[in-house]
Nanobody, 120 residues
Framework: QVQLVESGGGLVQPGGSLRLSCAAS????????MGWYRQAPGKQRELVAV???????TYARSMKGRFTISRDNAKNTMYLQMTSLQPEDTAVYYC??????????????WGQGTQVTVSS
């Protein structure tokens, strides 16, 4: 089974930065895509960013230019670098990974979520 463990969340002041990490239990090269969602209380879950197996990145408009998604295959870890954080960015951030296997078909795996709070 695939396990994703998130870390790096916490409390940061407006204008600050955080880097979230999503560590996989095994090699991440087999994933067709990895990405991040976030969900604030009373809000719908929204897509933050996606990175494909070919390192093609996609960002939600509100995050573009402030957030950067990347991965380190040697460390089996995906990252979300967040800068210029504002209170509106406060949410639980979830990482995910998509895996396609011939024997079982497509699967999406989720991390447990990490809380990001932006407040002075």
């Amino acid at each position: 089974q695939v396990q994703l463990v998130e870390s790096g969340g916490g409390l940061v002041q407006p204008g600050g930065s955080l880097r979230l990490s999503c560590a996989a239990s095994g090699s991440i090269v087999s994933f067709t895509a990895m990405g991040w969602y976030r969900q604030a209380p009373g809000k719908q879950r929204e897509l933050v960013a996606v990175i494909s197996s070919d390192d093609i990145t996609t960002y939600a408009r509100s995050m573009k230019g402030r957030f950067t998604i990347s991965r380190d295959n040697a460390k089996n870890t995906m990252y979300l670098q967040m800068t210029s954080l504002q209170p509106e960015d406060t949410a639980v951030y979830y990482c995910y990974a998509d895996l396609l296997l011939a024997i079982s078909g497509p699967s999406r795996y989720w991390g447990q979520g990490t809380q990001v709070t932006v407040s002075s």
